[in-house]
């Protein structure tokens, strides 16, 4: 008896998970939830009402042209969770609280101090703040934090990302733990943004796709079969790190010729100025090439030519409908996607039976926070 009454407990538990889980993406009355999950009309009013006296969803705008009792939509409460979200980057921290329906409260950038140590002290004292100044929904839910791996998500360690000396072995997530009362998540920053932009970009579209995200360095993360994959482990995908040309330079991962030594941002500009020193930036870089600029032109062209070499190992290796291109790169980017598209055409073994999408992310601002965030969210309805 005691068994049934534990099995029948998990079995709500995952139903209500699983209604909230789609409530994440988008509002939903209680026949499309049925429909969604395969749960029947009964059990998902009874989930809904469950739900909404512990004050996880509220009732939405009403379902018009309906005929009878008049009927509301179901979303997420905003007002019932907070959620803070930190990235720790090569070259910035991004920092900011995001309720439960996944809207941005507050955000901020800070550079980076001498030491770890002082830029995770300068981190608390502005979430203190701006704790006891704004008005923040009921509770919090927990902290997640990204960074560049190679990461111990379980001890919640940074352990050694190349080209990130002053963090190596810092223990992110012993720091967060001792002052606040609540769960504490540290992910590998990519494998964070491919999670949110399932739950809030454009991924929720696909089932399997990629995601690219190139600035400092180059970072991926995977959802198959509409879950990260893998999720906790700390190191990322590693598509950075994938050998585009054998012969290549030494990396500090320890291979030679990595995406990220051609295809990051800083390796891709240091080929852009010795064409021409104007072309400080990525943006001046897209900005000169959709004018016309030869150099600027050039530069593209060879990022272009770097990512279709990485794009068409990842595509033999994964059964994925889309690349997701985010961060820095994204700027602009039809320009380097029609460049994309056009040398893919050729390349991938599967190209003729299956078409590839190649798109910017839809997640433009806060993106750091967002994804942050929404790995305590992700826990929280997978625990």
Known sequence: MARKTLNAASMKMRNQKKVIENLIMTPYSRAELARITGLTRASISNIADELLADGLIKEGEP?????GRKSHVLELNPNRYYMIGIDIARDACHIGFMDF???VLYSTCITMEQSAADTLNLILTILKKQMSVLDLPKELLGIGITAPGPLNTQEGIILTPPNFENWFHVNVVG???????????????ASARALAEKYKGIGNQYT???ELLIDTGLGSGIILGGSLYPFSSGFGNNFGHMSIDFDGPLCKCGNLGCAELYASIPNILNYGKKLDPHLISWNVVIDEAIKGTPAALNVVEKESEYLSVLITNIMNILDVECIILSGTIAYRSELLIGMLKKKLKTRYLSRDCKSLEILPSAIKKEAPVIAASYLVIEKFIHI
């Open 63 to 67: 379902i018009l042209g309906k005929v």
């Open 101 to 103: 329906k996944g809207t």
């Open 175 to 189: 720091f967060f733990k001792k002052e606040f009362h609540c769960p504490v998540i540290l992910e590998n920053n």
């Open 208 to 210: 399997n796709f990629v």
